[in-house]
């Protein structure tokens, strides 16, 4: 977890700030994904969190149809709300990444 954050902060700031959101949304993804942290709550909600912030607002297309950032942050908020279904910042990230869609997925 820290060495996620290391890739996501530094000072001074620099032009390469896009490139470490990046890299610490693959950090963070590929640490909810192993198998000792699936059922962490906490880390699922920051990878959620670093991957739908890579596309702010952004999270369908025209379309309705999900972006690639939309389906990648699926998965930790899937494994995270089942883990404990209550967890405010999970149940805050759901409801930003349905809000975007189509109407029908929000409120069916």
């Known amino acids: 977890l820290v060495g996620a954050l290391a890739l996501l902060f530094e000072w001074p700031v620099t032009p390469t ?5 990046v890299a610490y949304a693959d950090a963070m993804q590929a640490l909810a994904e192993r198998p ?10 920051l990878a959620a969190d670093a991957v ?17 950032v939309a389906v990648r ?16 910042y999970l149940c805050h990230l759901r409801v930003h990444l349905d809000e975007m869609g189509p ?5 069916g």
Do not use: C, I
Request: glycine share 4%; net charge positive.
């Open 17 to 21: 700030a896009a490139q470490r959101k």
């Open 36 to 45: 000792n942290y699936a059922a962490d709550a906490d880390v699922q909600a």
């Open 52 to 68: 739908m912030s890579l596309a702010p607002w952004a999270l369908y297309g025209a379309d309705q149809a999900p972006t690639p």
């Open 73 to 88: 942050a699926k998965a930790p908020l899937e494994r995270g709300l089942a883990a404990d279904p209550a967890h405010p």
């Open 103 to 107: 109407r029908a997925r929000f409120h």
